[in-house]
C-alpha cells in the first residue's frame, strides 16, 4: 500500500486547513487510517486516528479543533484542521493499518508527510 498525502501549506494564526491522504496499491483492505505530526526536533505523535465502527480517537492537544473522516470507498481519509496555532506546525503523516491479500498478518503504511507551517 502506498499513502501519498496533500494539502500541506502555510497559514495564518486562526485559519483552517484540509489535509488529504489516498491509499492505493492491490488488493488490501485497510483497518485503520491515522493521522501523526512530527514537529521541529520533535518526536512523532498521532493526531487522530479512525477505524469503521469505533469512534475516533484524538490527541488532546487538537480536540475539538480538528476532524478526521475517511472515505472508505475512495481509500482516503482527511485531516480537517480549524482554529489553527503556531504550535501545530509540522510535517504531517499519514498512516495506515491494512491486511494484504498476499501476505499474512496486519501491516504498516506510511506516507511521506506533507508540511503544515502557522504563522502567528
Known amino acids: 500500500v502506498q499513502l501519498v498525502e496533500s494539502g500541506g501549506d502555510l497559514v495564518q494564526s486562526g485559519k483552517s486547513l484540509r489535509l488529504s491522504c489516498v491509499a492505493s496499491?492491490?488488493?488490501?483492505?485497510?483497518?485503520?487510517m491515522a493521522w501523526y505530526r512530527q514537529g521541529p526536533g520533535n518526536q512523532r505523535d498521532l493526531v487522530a486516528s479512525?477505524?469503521?465502527?469505533?469512534?475516533?480517537v484524538y490527541a488532546d492537544s487538537v480536540k475539538g479543533r480538528f476532524t478526521i473522516s475517511r472515505d472508505a470507498v475512495k481509500n482516503t481519509v482527511f485531516l480537517d484542521m480549524n482554529n489553527l496555532k503556531p504550535e501545530d506546525t509540522a510535517v504531517y503523516f499519514c498512516?495506515?493499518?491494512?491486511?494484504?491479500?498476499?501476505?499474512?498478518?496486519?501491516?504498516?503504511?506510511w506516507g511521506l508527510g506533507t508540511l503544515v507551517t502557522v504563522s502567528s
Open positions: 479512525t477505524r469503521s465502527g469505533t469512534i475516533p
Open positions: 498512516n495506515a493499518l491494512y491486511y494484504s491479500d498476499y501476505q499474512p498478518g496486519r501491516k504498516v503504511a
Open positions: 496499491g492491490s488488493e488490501f483492505s485497510i483497518d485503520t
